[in-house]
């Protein structure tokens, strides 16, 4: 007799899976810690051969929505204006809630996305306008603003994470 | 379409850079539409003139385009819209012709066309048509010299009253000549992102040409101390060996005229197509302008060396604004559309941490996925 299997979407990746993956995709972003099921990347990014070298932090808890972060250079804030697209605790937003989960791998999503958003934060900082597009506050109905927000906030550990 | 140049670890010339320059050098020349508009002006005044009931019509006039329209190195002028064109009208005119007369005779035929004849100004070797915010087309009368033969041409001058040397086919013909050892390799080399329209059939050197003329215009606030347009082409051709990438072209070019400067007396920029003839005679007469070149030169060629270790974009617009003005900007601007655009379409990956972002599907490259950076 046998049993069909049931089918319950694609599988949620484990941390192990993460970080095998990053050490194929990216060996410069290194593995520096993984304990109580987190794991830290850190390495340098550069978005184009004409760009700044970033230090990058990345953290991941199974199911949680992995964290970027900048340690150097700092980003700094234009004149002007304030860094967009960016969380309160200083990581990159770098897609909606709905656009990823932990069945996606880090290593071909986050990266890539967050080599974008160095690339469209340096551009902004040379033209005074962000051209990477995505959802501004400024354009979205406060509703879908808060609920946006409360999404982040949801994510985010206790302070010093970073 | 496109491959990046990154890829090639044998490049070591930053390729956003040289996409940077690329895009620089074409959003200052006529674009396509300009470009017919002109073509289609000069097909007409080229019928106009030789049309039946035309005083130049029993001269078979001929008329063909010169000077950067030719060679493809049109650059808008700072602070104006129109661009300076020239055209030549050959007149088969055998024998002697008073140049003033010449001048006028085409000056009157073009007084007589409905749309062209309020567009006339009189100028001392041409008849200009003047298109608002569009162009000026510099209308050049021409005879054959029968001494020298061949494409050597006589052309009128009216304050000196007399005919003068040209060979403005001669000219482009060793232009494109110079320019031809890259056409090729150009085609696949470097660009990083779909090129904007009417880049793709540009040579290193034309585009070095449009940087050198527009670094011109930003540098040199005074008309009269700034090297003329023919002596910075015939520069830049002279100079140039092949070099595959705008960057690495131009800075080369710079180096080599640098080299060039004599220690005592002046650079003489002669017409290849004319050896006869000194391109840079009036610095004879300009000392201040020939040193004002001379530094500028030598400022150039460091700032155009320094520019590979330049690191992020606001760094790179700083650079490119010092050398071609507020184009940087809008360069800037015109590649992160591009790299947009790649994107919105699934074709633009990472190629790895350090490589970064490009348009092609090399090996190894991460697709970057479509995703919302939200606030």
Sequence with gaps: MTRQARYHGPARLSVATQIAQMRVRHPALRLTAWRCGEARWTGTLRATDISITFAITIIYRLGKRPRVYVTSPLLVDRPDAEIPHRHSDGSLCLHLPDEWDSTMVIAETIVPWAALWLYHYELWHATGEWHGGGAHPTLRPCIARRLAEDACRRELLPAGAA | MTALPSIDSRISIPSYLNDLLIRIAVSLQLTPTQYLDAARHYEAVGKWLAAPGSALARFRPMIFPQGSLRI???????????????????????????????????????????????????????????????????????????ALGGLHLLVPDRRLEEWKASNPKGYAAWFDQQSAYRRMAMAKAIEPLPQPEGAEEKTPLQLAAQLFKRWRDVRYADPDLAPISIVLTTLAADHYLGEAHPLEAFTAIVGRIEAAIPATGRLIVCNPAHPAEDLSERWDARPAAYRAFVSGIRDLHAKLTSAPSLEGLPRLREFLEDLFGDVATRALRDQGQAIEGARTRGGLTLLGTARGLSTTAASGATLVRHNTFYD
């Design chain 2, 72 to 146: 493809g190195t049109t650059v808008r002028p700072l602070g104006r819209d129109e661009y300076d064109l020239d055209l030549v009208c050959e007149l088969a005119l055998l024998g002697f012709h008073d140049p003033v007369w010449v001048l006028d005779l085409v000056e009157q035929r073009l007084r007589e066309h409905a749309i062209y004849g309020p567009m006339v100004e009189r100028m001392n070797r041409c008849v200009r048509l003047n298109f608002a915010k569009q162009f000026h087309l510099d209308i050049l009368p021409a005879r054959p010299d029968l």
